[in-house]
C-alpha cells in the first residue's frame, strides 16, 4: 500500500533563482543551496527537490504539484508581498478547497490549497 509521497523533484536551469523563489514561498531549506546541483526544501512531511539541468534540457508542462497550507489567503500575501506573481487570488473551488496557483521561474506550476 502506498503510504504517501516523500518528495517531489523539479528540475531548474538556474539553481539560484529557484532557490530564492522557494525561499520566498516559505519552504525551509533542508540541504543545497543557491551554488548547488541539487536543493531540498520541507514541505511539511516530505520534501521539495530541485536538480540543477543544463540549458540544453528542455521540458513543458508536466502537470502541478499540490501543497497543503493553514492559510491560502496568508500563503497569497506572502507571494506578493515578495514580488512574486500568482495567477489568480485565492478562490473557493467547487471540489471543496481554497487554492491558488503560480509558476515557478521554470515554469513549474504549484497549487497552495486549504480544504474548506
Known amino acids: 500500500m502506498i503510504e504517501g509521497v516523500s518528495a ?3 528540475a531548474t536551469h538556474d539553481m539560484a533563482r529557484a532557490v530564492a523563489f522557494y525561499a ?6 533542508k ?3 543557491p551554488g548547488a546541483p541539487f536543493s ?11 536538480t540543477a539541468e543544463p540549458a540544453a534540457r528542455a521540458w513543458s508542462w508536466w502537470g502541478r504539484a499540490i501543497f497543503y497550507v493553514d492559510d491560502v489567503d496568508a500563503q497569497h500575501a506572502r507571494a506578493l508581498a515578495a514580488g512574486l506573481a500568482p495567477e489568480f487570488a485565492p478562490r473557493d473551488a467547487p471540489w ?9 521561474p521554470d515554469g513549474h506550476e504549484l497549487s497552495f490549497a486549504r480544504p474548506l
Open 8 to 10: 517531489i523533484t523539479l
Open 24 to 29: 520566498a514561498l516559505g519552504f525551509g531549506l
Open 31 to 33: 540541504f543545497g543551496g
Open 40 to 50: 531540498s526544501f520541507h514541505a511539511g512531511r516530505g520534501y521539495l527537490n530541485l
Open 96 to 104: 471543496g478547497e481554497r487554492y491558488f496557483h503560480i509558476t515557478d
